[in-house]
């Protein structure tokens, strides 16, 4: 539900195999639902997350195909521009990328996305820069990463929890990641000139080096010379 009331879902179709959005204006006495299909480019729309990034809905899923018999699995992520969806290819993984759960969180408006890499059986997160979708492995000890939910803070320090299903069907764990640490969010170095020695050009050339925590890089970056 946004700041005016609007309640957003989004949800999978079986019927069509598609992925669909509704929303209404919870406020009324009688609220009127709007659908509409995001996706239904094949098998589409399970385990779907929904997030609002400002008041636009975003969405990450998966989209299933048969290989070799199998079911075989990819990440997906539509966000509503003001005008239509569109919708993207994330992770195209291997075979069970992103089934067992999705979640998608915004931290300043920068989408991340935890899901369950099934074939390695490790916990993921992926995240948008400068148009393109990164991933990278969270946590790879034992068997970890499904049904994970993901959300930022204030700061934009992200919050992961997730099953350790190592030792299944005996027990079952619930684990935590985040990317904080001592220091704060996102951390990094500058270089000039490549350490070079400082001359009366008028070209400098920074080098950036910085990592949010896990390890897929940094969004929004501010430089001060206040020491």
């Excluded at 975003?58 to 290989?67: D, G, I, L, M, Q």
């Amino acid at each position: 539900v946004d700041a005016s009331g609007i309640a957003h879902i989004s949800y999978y179709d079986s019927s069509g195999e598609n992925l669909k959005y509704a929303q209404a204006q919870i406020t009324d006495p009688t609220p009127v639902w709007s659908i509409v299909t995001i996706d239904d480019t094949g098998s589409v729309g399970r385990w779907t997350s929904l997030a609002l990034d400002e008041n636009n809905p975003a969405v990450s899923y998966t989209e299933k195909a048969v290989s070799g018999g199998e079911d075989s699995y990819s990440l997906k992520f539509a966000i509503y521009t003001g005008s239509s969806w569109t919708t993207t290819t994330v992770d195209a993984g291997e075979q069970k990328t992103g089934m067992d759960g999705t979640s998608l969180t915004f931290s300043f408006g920068k989408p991340y996305i935890s899901y369950y890499d099934g074939v390695n059986e490790d916990l993921k997160i992926a995240s948008l820069t400068d148009g393109k979708w990164f991933s990278t492995a969270v946590d790879t000890e034992g068997r970890v990463g499904q049904y994970s939910s993901i959300s930022a803070d204030e700061l934009g320090i992200l919050h992961i929890a997730y099953w350790d299903n190592t030792v299944a069907p005996l027990r079952r764990q619930l684990k935590y990641a985040t990317n904080a640490d001592s220091k704060g969010p996102a951390a990094g170095s500058i270089l000039i000139n490549n350490s070079a020695d400082i001359t009366n050009s008028s070209e400098v050339t920074l080098n950036l080096t910085c990592n949010d925590g896990f390890g897929i890089g940094c969004w929004q970056v501010k430089l001060s010379n206040e020491g």
